[in-house]
């Protein structure tokens, strides 16, 4: 039952834009805060009251009914919330002081919601880091502090028609030198393209900062006060996706909504795609089960000089400042973070765990093609945790543009991108 996170990236951009509009911020840096007070080990209490998004949403009273029955003092009332009303609403109840007690947070937007200074900081010892990808962890946290617990990640990883691979003689390339021959091999097998790509459409960046990251790249200082984009190995990822247009691998023209591409890889137009592993449920609906099983392979994404690093979203748990059942609430999150509630949770939702434990048993660990992204978990990375990182995808998706259509090189895009981002700022303290 997986479902793409695309739709939702997209809308929680847009909300982040809301958010960056209508909320100010402190003067005092979020890590020289301090955290609450450490939670007890006690059951919790009272009334929970949670926020969550989309289908996570309309999921989520299963698995609290879960957490009630071990905690039959307590009651989690969740409140579904469309994806696309998200960033309103919680800047709307933060500016008021009226916020219920936690509520799902984009990863990709957890910066600018703790700039606000409407979230506590994660208190001592409530989880271990260290169960969770290392990705997701980084996520979490905000200029030295941790403002989120995790609670499902997704990555991307590559999928290829087997069949035509198994025709040419190919395996799935393992590192860049591979790749080109491989996308190549597949279109002499009748692909008119090796491998689809986005060429600008919007959260385009997702699919080609790995190529950066592959490369070595480091996106922003080590303070993170600063963007560093004008980099050899932030040029030698771009120059990279640019080869698969010169080499006409890839169309220029890539798709730009959700389902598009599904039709072209089903009829073998297109060999190859980089997607995550809700494309399972749309490669079915498109072809049926016996296509996926039959002629769909999954694998790593290939490893450039530093890593095969590929992009990390998901969902973490935060609990207001004015949260009125804060234990009750962190104690709920604490729950969900366990291994057990994880693959509760991916039983009902098809999400994937954010901590590691939870893929030792059952299909987590057996299944061929979710062990291809728990293998991608492992190296993902998340975009920077900047309070303007939204304003400066923008930037650089429409810089992809240019450089997947020939108008731009990658070198003269960098420097624009570069440009541009130092103008808007990180939006961080130094």
Not at 89 to 113: C, N, Q, R, W, Y
Not at 125 to 153: H, I, M, N, Q
Not at 388 to 412: C, F, H, M
Request: hydrophobic fraction near 40%; charged fraction near 20%.
């Amino acid at each position: 039952m997986f479902r793409s996170q695309t739709a939702k990236t997209f809308v929680l951009g847009l909300a982040a834009a809301l958010l960056m509009t209508g909320c100010g911020r402190t003067g005092t840096p979020r890590g020289q805060e301090s955290a609450g007070t450490p939670i007890d080990s006690s059951p919790a209490t009272g009334d929970i009251t949670v926020w969550a998004m989309g289908t996570e949403g309309e999921l989520l009273p299963k698995l609290a009914a879960r957490f009630e029955k071990a905690n039959p003092d307590a009651k989690v009332k969740v409140t579904a919330v469309p994806w696309q009303d998200y960033g309103k609403k919680v800047e709307t109840a933060i500016a008021s002081g009226d916020t219920p007690d936690a509520t799902l947070v984009g990863a990709s937007d957890l910066a600018m919601f703790a700039s606000t200074g409407g979230l506590e900081q994660v208190p001592p010892k409530l989880v271990d880091d260290s169960a969770f990808y290392r990705g997701a962890v980084r996520s979490s946290a905000f200029e030295g502090a941790t403002y989120g617990v995790p609670w499902y990640v997704e990555t991307r990883s590559l999928f290829y028609r087997k069949d035509l691979a198994r025709a040419a003689g190919v395996s799935a390339p393992k590192t860049w030198d591979e790749y080109g021959p491989f996308l190549k091999a597949l279109q002499k097998e009748g692909a008119k393209w090796g491998l689809s790509l986005p060429t600008g459409a919007a959260q385009s960046w997702q699919s080609v900062l790995p190529f950066m990251w592959q490369a070595g790249a480091r996106l922003m200082n080590e303070d993170k006060t600063e963007f560093t984009f004008d980099t050899p190995e932030a040029l030698k990822g771009l120059e990279f996706y640019q080869s698969f247009f010169t080499s006409k691998t890839v169309s220029r023209n890539g798709p730009v909504s959700l389902g598009e591409i599904e039709p072209d890889f089903v009829d073998g137009s297109t060999a190859a795609l980089i997607s995550g592993p809700w494309e399972q449920g749309l490669l079915k609906s498109a072809g049926g089960a016996s296509f996926v099983d039959d002629k769909v392979g999954i694998a790593p994404l290939p490893a450039g000089p530093r890593s095969n690093a590929g992009y990390i979203g998901g969902g973490h748990w935060a609990v207001f400042k004015n949260a009125e059942n804060r234990e009750g609430a962190w104690k709920f999150i604490r729950w969900t973070a366990r291994s057990g509630s994880q693959k509760a949770w991916h039983e009902l939702s098809g999400d994937l765990p954010a901590v590691q434990s939870a893929w030792n048993e059952g299909k987590l660990a057996t299944d061929t093609a979710l062990g291809v992204f728990r293998s991608q978990l492992k190296t993902a990375q998340p975009g920077p945790t900047a309070i303007t990182w939204k304003q400066v995808t923008a930037v650089l998706d429409a810089e992809i543009e240019k450089v997947a259509k020939g108008i731009s090189s990658p070198k003269s895009a960098l420097e624009r991108i570069q440009a541009k981002a130092s103008t808007i700022g990180t939006g961080n303290h130094r």
